[in-house]
């Protein structure tokens, strides 16, 4: 059984930084997708970034060039490096593990078939 345990949300003002991370226990054979989802009041739960087993990033167009997605080398840790935060970006961020393996990137910012955190809540203001 796969567990994730994200930390590292916040509050800051636009234009500011913040670093998530997400320890995960139970992971198998490394051929399983991780990434980020978020969930602002309201909306649907949305993939944010994601990183395959080769190292593949894939992000939503609205946090590209600002948000970085990044694994240890011994992937028991995963990281979202997000700056400068807009107050859209405010949000649930959840840790995701994808349930199904080699699956791609795409797909699995497609998909809530995965393994959840319980959240870290990122609060941005203007």
């Known amino acids: 059984q796969v567990q994730l345990a994200e930390s590292g949300g916040g509050s800051v003002q636009a234009g500011g930084s913040l670093r998530l991370s997400c320890v995960i226990s139970g992971y198998d054979d490394g051929s399983h997708t991780l990434g980020w989802f978020r969930q602002a009041p309201g909306k649907e739960r949305e993939g944010v970034a994601a990183i395959n087993s080769e190292g593949i990033t894939r992000y939503v167009d609205s946090v590209k060039g600002r948000f970085t997605i990044s694994q240890d080398s011994a992937k028991s840790t995963l990281s979202l490096q997000m700056t400068s935060l807009k107050p859209e970006d405010s949000a649930m961020y959840y840790c995701?593990?994808?349930?199904?393996?080699?699956?791609?990137?795409?797909?699995?910012?497609?998909?809530?078939?995965?393994?959840w955190g319980q959240g870290t809540q990122v609060t941005v203001s203007s």
């Open positions: 995701a593990y994808d349930r199904q393996p080699y699956r791609s990137t795409w797909q699995f910012l497609n998909s809530k078939d995965n393994y």
